[in-house]
């Protein structure tokens, strides 16, 4: 199957929804080290960025996105439209990352 379209919008360019197929959902849980953590807060104090962090969350992304694709293909779909991400806490360290939307069928307009 080629690669599932996934967009945060209702509908995708030059293609029409023919098909609703149901929710989808992609997720991920990330933590981060001690290590990092300090080295993290150190560079945060300081005004710099936390690249441990950003590549952390850019995983978790990722993560939810494949898994978002696995339920989009299970479904028989070729798109997701209206995805959404969505980041809570979920303790010290822990980040929950989900990503939902919409699987449908489309065709050439």
Do not use: H, P, Q
Request: charge should be negative.
């Amino acid at each position: 199957m080629a690669e599932i379209t996934i967009t945060t919008t209702d509908g995708l360019e030059g293609r029409e929804v023919v098909e609703y197929c149901g929710v989808v959902s992609g997720e991920a849980v990330i933590g981060a080290n001690v290590v990092s953590d300090i080295a993290a807060g150190i560079r945060d104090v300081v005004g710099g960025r936390s690249g441990s962090y950003e590549k952390k969350i850019e995983t978790g992304r990722e993560e939810a996105i494949a898994d978002l694709r696995a339920d989009a293909e299970e479904l028989g779909a070729d798109a997701v439209v209206g995805a959404t991400f969505d980041y809570e806490e979920m303790g010290e360290g822990m980040l929950w990352v989900n990503l939902s939307g919409t699987a449908v069928k489309t065709r050439r307009a």
